[in-house]
Nanobody
Framework: VQLQASGGGLVQAGGSLRLSCAAS?????????MGWFRQTPGAEREFVAR????????AYADSVKGRFDVSRDNAKNTMYLQMNNLKPEDTAVYYC??????????????WGQGTLVTVSS
């Protein structure tokens, strides 16, 4: 399984970005849950959002609730993270991950390479 995250960049505070995570590989299944995590230098990777296999259940970190929206298109094997009202503290490398269970409670089995999001004040 390969996960390719994209869509990061530089944006001003209050702006929006949409991240994508494309999954590929013979063993990837639409029944995998998926999630977004982020990490800043010197800090541990932290949970941002997750979505179950069908897209019917989602969960968010308190810090992004109401601003971020996770979704997926199983026909395209792609997960998205719409990030609105971005804040400087959202600056991080964002990683996508896949969990072989359907729910996404972890541990996650596959990880993408990360995409950098920088929010200027």
């Amino acid at each position: 399984v390969q996960l390719q995250a994209s869509g990061g960049g530089l944006v001003q505070a209050g702006g929006s970005l949409r991240l994508s995570c494309a999954a590929s590989g013979r063993t990837f299944s639409r029944y995998y849950a998926m999630g977004w995590f982020r990490q800043t230098p010197g800090a541990e990777r932290e949970f941002v959002a997750r979505i179950n296999w069908s897209g019917g259940s989602t969960a968010y970190a308190d810090s992004v609730k109401g601003r971020f929206d996770v979704s997926r298109d199983n026909a395209k094997n792609t997960m998205y993270l719409q990030m609105n009202n971005l804040k400087p503290e959202d600056t991080a490398v964002y990683y996508c991950a896949a969990d072989r269970s359907r729910l996404g409670y972890g541990p996650y089995d596959y990880w993408g390479q990360g995409t950098l999001v920088t929010v200027s004040s």
